[in-house]
């Protein structure tokens, strides 16, 4: 048997449940989970957002998970029981989505989804590296972002202020858009050249990419007006879901308008390399049984980085 908080419906607390364990099917394993994620596509969930693409109801949430390898189903090869492994979970496949999740003390996941956490990276970073350190990587692949590219960074969340971090890390030169000041020196003492509270700040900059990691429409079309001619603004970030945008701006500058989502299970490797190179997802860990007041603290807004719940051995 194992534990798990179950969400039931729409508005409703999560349930702290029992169920029997796992069984792994052909080419599945089953994980013992040591940290898993809290997500704000969690809390829309519980609000009744996007709660079509749950596979099924009640179901234990958790989609960003990591943890060790309790047993291998047959046809599993390559993998062995023990090993420090994290679930790429990759859209409607992702744990906590399409199975039980890593809001549960075992997961069931399917080999193909694994990667090896590296020597010197915790759990709460392995959890952190899948769909918070994918997504914010895939945005910048998108934007071709690499060694001599000229980024702004619009919002320093937990996705932003990762990509910031790793764009950093790829040899950008970044700078950052937050409204919020108290966040500023984090984004400097990860290597950003300079921290504006508006997009419009850096349009004497003509950088070559905006990554917005916001998303409220205003600074949609304030990328747009600020970045270079020819330059691309990649969304990210759904705060709001209608943007005013002016079409003649953005056709007489020629910008690139690109929408990205999540992100690969290749993005997942790459995030676990840069964090085997220094990268750290800024993290908060609460206990297993905080879960539910965790999710709460992300609906009020009080959460800085990743909120990681952990379990010891």
């Known amino acids: 048997?194992?534990?798990?908080?179950?969400?039931?419906?729409?508005?409703?607390?999560?349930?702290?449940?029992?169920?029997?364990?796992?069984?792994?099917?052909?080419?599945?394993?089953?994980?013992?989970?040591?940290?898993?994620?809290?997500?704000?596509?969690?809390?829309?969930?519980?609000?009744?957002?996007?709660?079509?693409?749950?596979?099924?109801?009640?179901?234990?949430?958790?989609?960003?998970?990591?943890?060790?390898?309790?047993?291998?189903?047959?046809?599993?090869?390559?993998?062995?029981?023990?090993?420090?492994?994290?679930?790429?979970g990759l859209g409607l496949d992702a744990p906590g989505l399409n199975t039980d999740g890593g809001f549960g003390e075992?997961?069931?996941?399917?080999?193909?989804?694994?990667?090896?956490?590296?020597?010197?990276?915790?759990?709460?970073?392995?959890?952190?590296?899948?769909?918070?350190?994918?997504?914010?990587?895939?945005?910048?692949?998108?934007?071709?972002?690499?060694?001599?590219?000229?980024?702004?960074?619009?919002?320093?969340?937990?996705?932003?202020?990762?990509?910031?971090?790793?764009?950093?890390?790829?040899?950008?030169?970044?700078?950052?858009v937050e409204i919020n000041e108290g966040v500023w020196p984090l984004a400097v003492r990860a290597g950003v050249k300079r921290v504006v509270a508006s997009p419009a700040e850096l349009a004497d900059e003509q950088l070559d990419v905006f990554v917005d990691y916001a998303g409220f429409g205003t600074t949609t079309a304030a990328a747009i007006d600020a970045v270079r001619n020819e330059g691309t603004v990649v969304q990210v970030g759904m705060g709001a879901q209608f943007a005013t945008i002016d079409t003649t701006l953005l056709v007489a500058k020629q910008v690139r308008l690109l929408g990205s989502l999540g992100g690969s299970y290749e993005d997942t490797l790459d995030v676990l390399r840069l964090m085997k190179l220094g990268l750290e997802i800024t993290a908060t860990e609460i206990g297993f049984d905080e879960i539910p007041a965790g999710l709460e603290r992300l609906k009020r807004g009080e959460v800085r980085g990743r909120l990681v719940a952990t379990r010891g051995e």
């Open 1 to 88: 048997m194992f534990r798990g908080w179950q969400f039931i419906e729409p508005r409703a607390p999560l349930k702290l449940v029992e169920k029997e364990d796992p069984v792994p099917g052909e080419r599945e394993v089953v994980v013992e989970t040591r940290a898993a994620g809290l997500c704000h596509s969690d809390v829309g969930f519980m609000e009744g957002i996007n709660a079509s693409m749950l596979a099924f109801t009640p179901i234990i949430f958790g989609h960003e998970v990591s943890g060790t390898i309790k047993q291998l189903g047959p046809g599993v090869m390559g993998w062995e029981v023990g090993e420090r492994v994290a679930i790429a």
């Open 106 to 176: 075992k997961v069931l996941a399917k080999e193909d989804l694994l990667v090896r956490i590296p020597e010197g990276v915790s759990f709460v970073q392995g959890a952190a590296a899948t769909d918070a350190g994918q997504t914010s990587r895939k945005a910048l692949r998108v934007g071709d972002v690499g060694a001599g590219t000229r980024v702004g960074i619009i919002g320093l969340g937990g996705l932003g202020l990762t990509a910031a971090k790793m764009a950093v890390m790829l040899g950008a030169e970044v700078h950052a």
